[in-house]
């Protein structure tokens, strides 16, 4: 049980560590980032609506079954809830200078979320099989790429220098530590707990995208510029679609 533990902790590190992949944005000059940034965030909004509906609802049917529409609901219902209060929050101590303060908070919280799940998922496969654990860390290490990208830049078009984001993202990344930790301490119960957060997980991130990210990319005019942002859209959904045949 020991040596399945380290191989779950040493997993979810080292997917940990693409969080960093932002880095390199470190390099390019404010210009060029502030181009980059709303295609990111076009990027995002699809890859979100994708890991969604390809992957965390139809998981959740298969395990939960009907209800989990339900719990789908509850998700979008509760980043609602914990939105309002973010932008009452800001709002009420500054005076709401910018509209985009709450889309990074919110970003983060969905991907804790999100994370801590795969934690939790990670450990579970381990504890029946080393080849299911590792083919299960490779699926989730593949999904993380591309979305860590269009996190990190959420966060930094919501208002945070990429130094900062870049750090933020590392530690909604290492939430998965602590599900690996909390499924080995709790048991086999908590893997039934995890396939619950799934439907919320997707829930919320179904309103991150529709909600925070859709607006952000309709304040764009020129045509030129909205053809691109849809086609980073889409490549946001393909990539998540293609990347459903390895797991």
Known sequence: MINVFLYSLVSVFLISIISFIGIFTLFLKKEILKKVLLYLVSF?????FAQAFIHLIPESLSRIGPDSTILVLVGILLFFVIEKFLRWHHCHNSGCPDHKAPIATINLIGDGVHNFVDGLLIAASFT?????????????????????IGDFGVLVHGGMKPKKALIFNFLTAI??????????????????FAYLLLPITAGGFIYIAGSDLVPELHRES???????????????????????FIE
Do not use: C, D
Not at 179 to 186: E, K, R
Not at 231 to 241: D, S
């Open 222 to 244: 020129n045509s030129k510029k909205i053809v691109v942002q849809f086609a980073f859209m889409l490549l946001g959904i393909f990539l998540m679609y293609f990347l459903r």
């Open 175 to 192: 939430t998965a530590i602590f599900g690996v930790v909390i499924f080995f301490t709790l048991g086999s119960f908590i893997e039934g």
């Open 128 to 148: 029946v099989s080393l080849p299911l654990g590792i083919s299960t860390s490779l699926a989730i290490l593949l999904h993380e790429i591309p979305q860590e």
């Open 44 to 48: 995002t909004a699809g890859a979100l």
